[in-house]
């Protein structure tokens, strides 16, 4: 399977932020939502950056509280590495593996089109590997 397939299972739904968005307010949306990790979106509707929840922990740690009233731009990724819905799993996992990171925005056409986490990765690993044991039982069962 690849990327376009996983986000047809589990939806395209993307939570963004604006650059001015305080950490306190996308941790509020991480909160909420229970998700990891924000695209941060520029007033042009482009990716501007990442911020995750590893992200604002460092910028708590390194400022204190006071850290929470400054704005996204100042902490968040803004090299963001992305995918493409023709992507498969074996790259995002290497692409993950390789940079460290859980969460990959996924751009078609130029536009953001989902995000997938290190969870939807490891949730169709398991399902894949389900899949494969009960069809060598099928086949063994047959012989």
Known sequence: MNVG?????KGRTVETASPEATLQDIASVLGTKKIGALII??????????LSERDIVRAVAEGG????S??????????????????????LMES???GRFRHLPVVQSGKLSGII???DVVKHRIAEAEFEAEEMKRYIASV
């Open 41 to 50: 979106l520029s007033s042009s509707g482009k990716i501007a950056g990442i």
């Open 5 to 9: 397939g996983i986000l047809n299972e």
């Open 65 to 68: 509280a006071a850290a929470l």
């Open 70 to 91: 400054k704005p996204a731009s100042d902490f968040m990724t803004q090299k963001v590495v992305t995918c493409s819905e023709s992507d498969t799993v074996n790259q």
């Open 96 to 98: 993950m593996t390789q």
């Open 117 to 119: 986490s290190i969870g």
